[in-house]
């Protein structure tokens, strides 16, 4: 009665949504009364490493170095089927999405894509998850004995405190890549916007790409990633993957900072599961006040500078 | 090449979301439906541009109840040659992506092709398992899309960054923005799509893994606390210490 914990650990560091799935599998195998085996692939290092956050076992395919969804859909089923997996856990991220509904195909085991929470177990399996774009929750219950979770990021507190997890090798056959990458492009050293706890995101209201200095030094001055509505992706005056709404990113940090966003609801959409929003918007009319916590009426020009020497201020102070 | 565009019919981005039968089904009443965003504007307009330029034909295929018909016609209109329904009611992505396979395994389809999630579940579920069940490479979240000859080349988001692979048809791939731009159907479209073919075909028996069992709406938030744009930077200290979120 095990669970196994796919995820990425390329690259230097473990990805936050990584810490967490591995914290979520943890609470999951203590219901079941077993333990976690981490699945990933590549060369990441420090794999032992990954029992601090609840990983008995790791099991790693380090010939597979790109998401090449058959590959990876082999090595998870597979070693999902060696130990006995009842539950298997993704992240619903740009590598979960490519591997978890094809395991669960495999095994013919229920998917629940974007759950914000662990299962209920308590007689049967309901999981939580975000449905029309986080303008609603639902509870999707699970009847298959496989089931596959892939999680949203920020969905449970990170736990470290486990011990060192016995690493080996996965010995089997993956087959040969039939996707193959050409060139990668990263998108710069920022925060992951959907891992980001703190997010500073802005409008139309900013007029202009050239405007969009004090919005950076915000985020940076309080640690956040930044995102943008959808007309400034459009108009690009901002980058694709900083479009957040019910037709880009859904994220749920702790914080979120809307500068020049009149809140439409296809933005709410994707934003509106944060913890705290604070809007500023010149018109006291806008509608993404209603959604508000913290609200300003005024210029951006004139109240981002304020800001940001509030920001200085409170990180000369910790 | 042979398309198969997967079309959905999700509620108009506008919609009240509210739920019936305690809090059980959404309460589709007096709502105006659409083709999902991501499967109109990205994957049918790019599949219809590659067809334009190189020639083949684009099929879509739907998995529901007749109250679809209005909205495939829509996806015709835009240019679709022509159109299946798969005539059954699932209750999770499975479900779908089952019934999209068993019509699809042998009809010799070159790309499929989905959009990366619907705008009403947002799982990024079924063409990934249509492409498991069909023993095909897949590409999700694709921004771009490419073929010369058999040979695609996608870009693609992956966590950090974009990847450019190479990947050869057959395969499955789900459509981000980026892959093509938004395309308003003409009268021509429109008349001409009340005539194309709309088949229906009858469901493969499929077995159910999951279900919803309730839904729940968020919280109502609480009032907004206003602060006055000359005292900014109480903002950051309020979040600092009250809302403890900075
Ligand atoms: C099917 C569909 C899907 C969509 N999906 C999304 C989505 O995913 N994400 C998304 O964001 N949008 C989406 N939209 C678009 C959405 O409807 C809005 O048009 C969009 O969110 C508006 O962006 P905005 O708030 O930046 O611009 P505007 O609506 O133009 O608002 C600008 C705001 O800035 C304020 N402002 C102006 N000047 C200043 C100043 N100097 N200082 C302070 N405030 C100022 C104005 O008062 C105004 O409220 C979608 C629309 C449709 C139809």
């Not at chain 1, 979770?149 to 087959?175: C, H, K, Q, R, Y």
């Not at chain 1, 020009?301 to 920001?311: D, K, T, W, Y």
């Not at chain 2, 008349?191 to 839904?215: D, I, W």
Request: charged share 20%; with cysteine.
């Amino acid at each position: 009665m095990s669970v196994v914990v796919f995820i990425d650990t390329r690259g230097d560091k473990l990805p936050k949504a990584a810490q967490e799935a591995l914290t979520y599998g943890k609470h999951i195998a203590a219901k079941l009364g077993g333990g976690v085996t981490a699945v990933t692939f590549g060369d990441g290092a420090n794999l032992e490493g990954l029992g601090a956050f609840g990983a008995t076992k790791v099991v790693v395919a380090k010939g597979v170095k790109t998401i090449e969804s058959q590959q990876l859909t082999k090595l998870v089923a597979d070693t999902a089927t060696t130990e006995k997996a009842q539950v298997i856990v993704c992240v619903h991220d740009g590598t979960g999405k490519a591997v978890a509904p094809r395991v669960a195909a495999r095994l013919k085991a229920g998917h629940v894509a974007g759950a914000i929470g662990l299962p209920n177990m308590d007689g049967g399996f309901q999981v939580k998850r975000n449905v029309f774009s986080g303008k609603a929750q639902a509870w999707v219950s699970i009847t298959s004995p496989v089931k596959v979770i892939s999680m949203m990021a920020n969905s449970i507190p990170i736990e470290s405190n486990g011990s060192p997890a016995t690493v080996s090798d996965f010995g089997g056959d993956l087959g040969a890549a039939r996707v193959t990458v050409k060139e990668v492009r990263k998108s710069g050293g920022g925060i992951n916007l959907p891992e980001a706890e703190i997010v500073v995101s802005a409008g139309r209201g900013m007029k202009g790409p050239e405007f969009w200095a004090p919005v950076e030094e915000l985020a940076k001055e309080l640690g956040a990633a930044t995102a943008c509505s959808r007309p400034v992706a459009d108009m690009h005056w901002r980058p694709h993957h900083e479009h957040v709404g019910q037709t880009g990113v859904a994220i749920r940090p702790n914080c979120y900072i809307a500068i020049g966003i009149s809140g439409a609801i296809q933005h709410l959409a994707g934003v509106n599961q944060s913890k705290v929003i604070a809007v500023i918007n010149k018109d006291p009319e806008a509608p993404f006040f209603k959604a508000a916590d913290y609200g300003i009426i005024g210029d951006a020009a004139e109240v981002l500078p304020q800001l940001i020497a509030a920001a200085k201020k409170l990180n000369a102070e910790r | 090449m042979k398309f198969l565009v997967l079309i959905s019919q999700v509620p108009d981005t506008t919609a009240r979301i509210a739920f019936t039968n305690d809090n059980t089904q959404y309460d589709g009443n007096g709502v105006t439906w659409i083709v999902n965003p991501y499967d109109e504007w990205y994957a049918l307009v790019r599949a219809l541009e590659l067809k334009e330029a190189n020639g083949g034909s684009v099929t879509t295929i739907t998995v529901g109840g007749a109250d679809c018909d209005a909205t495939i016609r829509k996806a015709l209109a835009i240019g679709a040659d022509d159109a299946v329904r798969v005539d059954a009611q699932p209750t999770d992505a499975y479900g779908v992506a089952a019934q999209v396979a068993a019509y699809a395994k042998d009809k010799g389809f070159d790309v499929v092709i989905a959009g990366k999630e619907t705008i009403d579940h947002n799982g990024s579920q079924v063409a990934g398992m249509v492409a498991e069940l069909l023993d095909l490479p897949y590409v999700p979240l694709a921004s771009k899309l490419d073929m010369a000859g058999n040979t695609a080349t996608v870009e693609r988001d992956v966590p950090g960054g974009v990847e450019v692979v190479e990947v050869n048809a057959p395969f499955v791939i789900s459509a981000a923005k980026g892959m093509a731009e938004q395309r308003i159907p003409n009268m021509r479209g429109i008349m001409a799509a009340r005539t194309k073919p709309l088949t229906v075909v009858p469901a493969a028996p499929v077995e159910t893994l999951s279900s919803t069992v309730k839904f729940e709406l968020p919280p109502a938030k609480q009032a907004v606390k206003m602060i006055p744009a000359d005292q900014a930077g109480q903002l950051i200290e309020l979040l600092h210490t009250e809302a403890k979120v900075i």
